[in-house]
């Protein structure tokens, strides 16, 4: 492209290339490059850059173009006019953009018949950026043209190659509700849930399980999401049990974060949460790895966090809710007691306002039980063993406790658990119990959250036996949560002079 070509006679052009374009019979590569010979590709482009003033020259142009690769012959020449490619698809004009977007989908229907790695040309131009450019500011007949190139190119063999365009689709999602909107109009999300669907290469579905992690971290990726077949394919991720762990692993982490947000019940019927929930409580049945069930139980607190979520988790028959209630006061697991003691304080509210922590009548009747019979079958025989057994454990798991106490002391009989057990009120109370910040700050908060049950029960505060308990909580929250002591004062250090 390094010659400079012109046509000294632009009517001459503009007939010739309508002719061309609105031929009826069929165009044989003969054909083009017979036409080429006498208007070389170089005139063409310089023409249709230079827009000489002669009224139909662009639209006749363009439609020539779209003819001309749209042959095997006039595909095999794309390779050499790539540079064109790039400058049509950011032209200010939407018919050149157009014709740049014809010219890709050729150079990808027929790469496999003239031997030139499209995929590569497309990656090394940097082209799908311009192409999901054009899907958002083109017009309409360009949104089209971009996305029919969009999707032949994800469809590609180069798997890599098509994680690379999911990437960019997933991108250009976040940014906003409006571009979401384009992009979900455009069935571009449907390459995602495809790629989902064909868990035999086992990188690119896990590339693609990222992707969809990303989506469900953006705000206004549920309503979208909602609408596709997404949680259907990740339960049944979940359910296969032929597939790697790690595989089932990320889908229920998505899962989990997903159904995480408030707004979720907005845009996703309660049946279509249980049935992944159903999926995921038999994961937990038929699983023996740890770092799955661990990793299914974190997916559980976090669909905990919201009250629907909470409500399903103990409402389903049998509660999928029991598996994290065992898990969170066995002891032989401490990855699997970590995780669960965590889920559960999510499902008792922690994470919730103080005014959103109970639930309904069902749901809260089955968080009692499923805590009282855990008890009962082990050797603490109430809750307050259960808890007092967690708080004496080391600082991490502690800190698990010191979350689940805050979220289930709203309940009453949790909180007379409590104060039945004069140890567990010491050590929430003890300013030398925690040394890190965040230790500090949830022990701190535990004490607000038990003071605050015990304040708002008339029954409780007017018994004289809990009188100290109200008065050593109080004195800890004056304290604050910083180490802030009795005797906080430095204290002179006298030493004796070393003589030599």
């Given at each position: 492209?390094?010659?400079?070509?012109?046509?000294?006679?632009?009517?001459?052009?503009?007939?010739?290339?309508?002719?061309?374009?609105?031929?009826?019979?069929?165009?044989?590569?003969?054909?083009?490059?017979?036409?080429?010979y006498?208007?070389?590709?170089?005139?063409?482009?310089?023409?249709?850059?230079?827009?000489?003033?002669?009224?139909?020259?662009?639209?006749?142009?363009?439609?020539?173009?779209?003819?001309?690769?749209?042959?095997?012959?006039?595909?095999?020449?794309?390779?050499?006019?790539?540079?064109?490619?790039?400058?049509?698809?950011?032209?200010?004009s939407?018919k050149?953009?157009?014709?740049?977007?014809?010219?890709?989908?050729?150079?990808?229907?027929?790469?496999?018949?003239?031997?030139?790695?499209?995929?590569?040309?497309?990656?090394?131009?940097?082209?799908?950026?311009?192409?999901?450019?054009?899907?958002?500011?083109?017009?309409?007949?360009?949104?089209?043209?971009?996305?029919?190139?969009?999707?032949k190119?994800?469809?590609?063999?180069?798997g890599?190659?098509?994680?690379?365009?999911?990437?960019?689709?997933?991108?250009?999602?976040?940014?906003?509700?409006?571009?979401?909107?384009?992009?979900?109009?455009?069935?571009?999300?449907?390459?995602?849930?495809?790629?989902?669907?064909?868990?035999?290469?086992?990188?690119?579905?896990?590339?693609?399980l990222?992707l969809?992690?990303?989506?469900?971290?953006?705000?206004?990726?549920?309503?979208?999401?909602?609408?596709?077949?997404?949680?259907?394919?990740?339960?049944?991720?979940?359910?296969?049990g032929?597939?790697?762990s790690?595989?089932?692993?990320?889908?229920?982490?998505?899962?989990?974060?997903?159904?995480?947000?408030?707004?979720?019940?907005?845009?996703?019927?309660?049946?279509s949460?249980?049935?992944?929930?159903?999926?995921?409580d038999?994961?937990?049945?038929?699983?023996?790895?740890?770092d799955?069930?661990?990793?299914?139980?974190?997916?559980?607190?976090?669909?905990?966090?919201?009250?629907?979520?909470?409500?399903?988790?103990?409402?389903?028959?049998?509660?999928?809710?029991?598996?994290?209630?065992?898990?969170?006061f066995?002891?032989?697991?401490?990855?699997?007691?970590?995780?669960?003691l965590h889920?559960?304080?999510?499902?008792?509210?922690?994470?919730?306002?103080?005014?959103?922590?109970?639930?309904?009548?069902?749901?809260?009747?089955?968080?009692?039980?499923?805590?009282?019979?855990?008890?009962?079958?082990?050797?603490?025989?109430?809750?307050?063993?259960?808890?007092?057994?967690?708080?004496?454990?080391?600082?991490?798991?502690?800190?698990?406790?010191?979350r689940?106490?805050?979220?289930?002391?709203?309940?009453?009989?949790?909180?007379?658990?409590?104060?039945?057990?004069?140890?567990?009120?010491?050590?929430?109370t003890?300013?030398?119990?925690e040394?890190?910040?965040?230790?500090?700050?949830?022990?701190?908060?535990?004490?607000?959250?038990i003071?605050?049950?015990?304040?708002?029960?008339?029954?409780l505060?007017?018994?004289?036996a809990?009188?100290?308990?109200?008065?050593?909580?109080?004195e800890?929250?004056?304290?604050?949560?910083?180490?802030?002591?009795?005797?906080?004062?430095?204290?002179?250090?006298?030493?004796?002079?070393?003589?030599?």
């Open positions: 492209m390094e010659e400079e070509y012109s046509v000294s006679d632009p009517i001459q052009l503009l007939e010739a290339a309508s002719e061309f374009a609105h031929d009826p019979g069929f165009l044989s590569d003969a054909s083009t490059q017979e036409f080429l006498r208007f070389p590709l170089p005139v063409i482009i310089n023409a249709l850059q230079t827009k000489a003033d002669v009224p139909g020259l662009e639209n006749a142009l363009v439609a020539c173009l779209e003819r001309i690769f749209g042959t095997k012959y006039g595909a095999s020449l794309i390779p050499q006019y790539m540079p064109f490619v790039i400058v049509g698809l950011g032209a200010d939407q050149v953009r157009y014709v740049a977007c014809k010219t890709v989908s050729c150079l990808l229907e027929y790469s496999d018949d003239t031997n030139i790695s499209a995929a590569r040309l497309v990656v090394e131009y940097d082209v799908y950026p311009l192409l999901l450019k054009c899907l958002i500011d083109g017009d309409e007949q360009v949104a089209t043209a971009s996305t029919d190139v969009i999707r190119f994800a469809g590609s063999p180069e890599l190659g098509r994680v690379r365009v999911l990437a960019l689709i997933v991108k250009l999602f976040s940014i906003s509700s409006s571009v979401a909107s384009v992009v979900y109009n455009s069935n571009l999300l449907s390459l995602l849930e495809a790629e989902l669907r064909n868990v035999n290469d086992t990188l690119v579905t896990l590339s693609v990222e969809f992690y990303e989506l469900a971290e953006i705000q206004h990726s549920t309503e979208f999401l909602s609408r596709t077949t997404l949680l259907q394919i990740l339960a049944s991720l979940i359910s296969n032929s597939i790697g790690i595989l089932r692993a990320r889908a229920m982490t998505i899962i989990g974060r997903l159904l995480s947000k408030e707004d979720v019940f907005t845009f996703i019927d309660e049946s949460v249980k049935t992944v929930i159903s999926a995921i038999g994961r937990l049945l038929e699983s023996e790895d740890a799955e069930f661990e990793c299914t139980v974190e997916a559980l607190g976090q669909i905990g966090m919201t009250i629907q979520g909470a409500t399903v988790l103990l409402s389903n028959t049998p509660p999928t809710a029991r598996h994290v209630v065992d898990a969170a066995d002891q032989h697991g401490r990855g699997k007691q970590l995780a669960a889920a559960l304080g999510n499902i008792a509210g922690e994470p919730r306002s103080e005014s959103n922590r109970i639930l309904n009548v069902n749901a809260e009747e089955c968080l009692r039980f499923l805590i009282y019979e855990t008890a009962s079958k082990s050797s603490k025989f109430a809750p307050s063993g259960l808890l007092l057994s967690v708080l004496q454990q080391e600082s991490e798991i502690r800190l698990a406790g010191y689940l106490i805050t979220g289930l002391v709203a309940r009453p009989w949790c909180l007379m658990e409590i104060c039945s057990r004069q140890e567990i009120i010491n050590i929430v003890d300013p030398f119990t040394t890190t910040k965040t230790g500090m700050e949830v022990r701190h908060n535990c004490c607000q959250a003071s605050k049950a015990l304040l708002s029960s008339p029954k505060t007017s018994d004289p809990l009188a100290g308990i109200a008065a050593k909580l109080d800890a929250i004056r304290r604050g949560p910083y180490l802030a002591r009795k005797n906080s004062e430095a204290q002179p250090a006298v030493m004796t002079a070393e003589r030599f």
